[in-house]
């Protein structure tokens, strides 16, 4: 058990013209995560910071915030593991702030949209068709992308993303290579005229910050330089038609 | 129009090619007999201009390392900021540069192997 | 309401500070200033060396520029650059090519991403270990080999 110095960027855009930081001081376990730390101050010492949270494990990818510098989720963070007794929460930066710790995910899911995540493929028109087939190997070639929980603390390491408001970011470009490289999916050329812009995927450098924040093991790195070799030719062969199973009458 | 994949196709080839192209420019000074000083002295430096294969390196430097720069150059203006019209200047003045360096460094080898 | 804290990017800020998130986003942050930095040098030798084409003179003038000590130390930086960018960039070419990153499959508690695996990390240092090399080498040269 120690007492923890909890720092908190406070803004209000409506209101303010600059943030403040405001101290508190908060008794941590070893199991003390910073949203636990960052719900005891709410609850009984300033009601009035805007923080987002839901699920507490990690899954839902609301508390992303920038804990003493790196982007992490608040849910997932343990007091101790920081390895300080002063921790400086602020807003995810490159996204807009609402107030305080909120942050504003219009514009990074309109690029999620704009790599259109969903299966495109024509040839359900069957109305005996029941499922595709598809085989472990083939899962295995988009599964991690899936992992996704759009928290955002990809697209706020991404050095690109600091300064391209074009760029989609690491999520949605790994999004796209999920879909891409999906068997059941078949929008080949419409995915890689997309993602084959100016501020696409050629504007990805492989810093791979995104892969190093990312708490869910998604690893968009990955994805986005296996999208950038399939524009490129490569990979070609991992990419598969799934078979559509119709049930015969 | 151009696609992004073409440029950035020319980009890593350029890339390649001038890691290769650089290299037998510097072992070219090195192992010049004399040793790197006196491959550095005008007669010899003028001397270099009859060796039509080293002259061929020459110029394939300028113009592998010209696009490979001003295409890097181009890429990282328009990741500062963003516009057509900021990104169409960039890309003008990009090509402008590359073809300026060329074409200013052509001249040099042309005059140079003229004065053999 | 200032504007730059309403959209929060980052900015350059972002690219200014490399030792937040390991050793991939120090090389991308060293490949960028070694490239803007080459493209310099590059204009600049073409710059110099063109004046061989105004006779022996002009040539020597410009070595007794040069061929001086702050000179030699610019070009030891440069060399180390060079070889920075070739080294690190093979490394890139190879990585956006698909090779050395590893597969997708299905990832296991602590999440350890396969991009940034000791191959490409190994592939760093090795880069910088050629340019510091590289640079020991034409420290050699220029100071201590025959002027």
């Keep these: 058990m120690k007492r923890v110095r909890i720092i908190v960027q406070r803004y209000n855009p409506k209101v303010d013209v600059q943030a403040r930081y405001d101290e508190f001081e908060v008794t941590a376990e070893r199991w003390t995560t910073v949203l636990d730390a960052l719900l005891y101050i709410k609850a009984h010492i300033d009601h009035s910071i805007a923080l987002r949270y839901s699920c507490r494990m990690a899954s839902c990818g609301s508390c992303g915030m920038l804990i003493n510098g790196i982007p992490r989720l608040a849910c997932y963070t343990k007091v101790y593991e920081l390895g300080t007794d002063t921790i400086t929460c602020k807003p995810l930066p490159n996204f807009p702030i609402i107030r305080d710790l909120a942050t504003d995910f219009k514009a990074f899911f309109a690029k999620h949209k704009s790599m259109r995540p969903y299966i495109i493929n024509e040839d359900i028109d069957d109305s005996n068709a029941k499922e595709f087939i598809q085989k472990p190997e083939e899962v295995e070639e988009y599964l991690q992308f899936s992992y996704c929980i759009k928290c955002g603390l990809c697209y706020s390491a991404c050095p690109t993303v600091a300064t391209d408001r074009l760029f989609p970011g690491p999520q949605a470009l790994a999004q796209m290579y999920r879909y891409l490289i999906d068997s059941r999916d078949k929008a080949i050329d419409e995915r890689l005229r997309i993602v084959d812009d100016r501020h696409g995927v050629w504007r990805c450098h492989f810093a791979g910050s995104c892969s190093s924040v990312c708490p869910k093991g998604v690893d968009p790195a990955l994805g986005i330089q296996l999208l950038r070799a399939y524009l490129l030719g490569h990979g070609k062969e991992r990419k598969k038609i799934a078979e559509l199973y119709i049930k015969k009458l | 129009m151009v696609r992004e994949s073409s440029i950035m196709k020319v980009h890593y080839y350029t890339g390649l090619a001038a890691i290769v192209l650089v290299a037998i420019h510097v072992m070219f000074r090195l192992t010049a007999p004399g040793g790197y000083y006196a491959s550095l002295e005008y007669e010899n430096v003028i001397a270099n201009y009859s060796n039509v294969s080293y002259v061929v390196v020459l110029e394939l430097i300028l113009v592998t390392v010209a696009i490979h720069g001003f295409n890097g150059l181009r890429v990282i203006l328009i990741e500062l900021k963003q516009g057509e019209a900021w990104e169409r200047a960039v890309k003008w003045l990009c090509i402008a540069g590359a073809i300026a360096v060329m074409v200013y460094g052509t001249r040099t080898i042309i005059l140079a192997s003229m004065m053999l | ?147």
């Excluded at chain 3, 396969?114 to 240092?125: D, F, P, Q, R, Y």
């Design chain 3, 1 to 147: 309401m200032d504007k730059g804290m309403k959209e929060n990017r980052e900015g350059i800020k972002g690219w200014l500070n490399p030792s937040r998130y390991g050793i991939s986003r120090f090389a991308y942050w060293l490949q960028r200033l070694t490239g803007l930095g080459l493209l310099a040098y590059f204009i600049a030798h073409i710059s110099e060396t063109s004046n061989i084409v105004y006779g022996k003179e002009a040539w020597d003038k410009m070595l007794s520029l040069t061929q001086t000590t702050v000179g030699h130390i610019i070009l030891i930086i440069v060399i180390g650059m060079c070889v920075f960018h070739a080294a690190n960039g093979v490394r890139l070419y190879a990585a956006e090519h698909g090779k050395g990153i590893g597969r997708a499959g299905r990832p296991e508690y602590p999440y350890r991403p396969t991009s940034l695996n000791i191959a490409m990390k190994a592939s760093i240092w090795i880069s910088v270990v050629l340019a510091v090399i590289a640079m020991l080498y034409g420290a050699y040269v220029l100071f201590l080999s025959e002027a």
